[in-house]
């Protein structure tokens, strides 16, 4: 787990920036974590308008009500996300959410 970097707020605005669909990406300035604190991170990424743009969902290696010594596997967050790619290949303006593993 050492490679593994949990995202700060901070970290949840670049990423969303980085891979976010948004026309102007330095449009997203801020981040509200809003996940129920059991599993995954989830933040709600704002524009300069305090609009929610892109909701960006990192995946925890081990669950977070918990802590590392309850791991989860990488398969599980790989599961997850091709679900994800699914629903947005049916649903796209409504499953516009980045979740990143890595």
């Not at 929610?52 to 791991?71: D, H, M």
Request: glycine share 4%; net charge positive.
């Amino acid at each position: 787990m050492s490679l593994y970097r949990t995202f700060s707020a901070a970290d949840a605005v670049e990423y969303a920036r980085q891979f976010g669909a948004v026309s102007d990406q330095q449009t997203l300035v801020a981040a509200d974590e809003i996940g129920d604190g059991n599993l995954n991170l989830v933040f709600k990424i704002r524009d300069t308008q305090g609009v929610s743009r892109v909701i960006v969902k990192q995946a925890l290696p081990y669950v977070r009500c918990v802590g590392e010594s309850w791991p989860l596997t990488l398969d599980r967050a790989r599961i997850e996300a091709e679900t994800l790619l699914v629903h947005r290949s049916i649903r796209p303006r409504c499953c516009i959410m980045m979740l990143s593993w890595r």
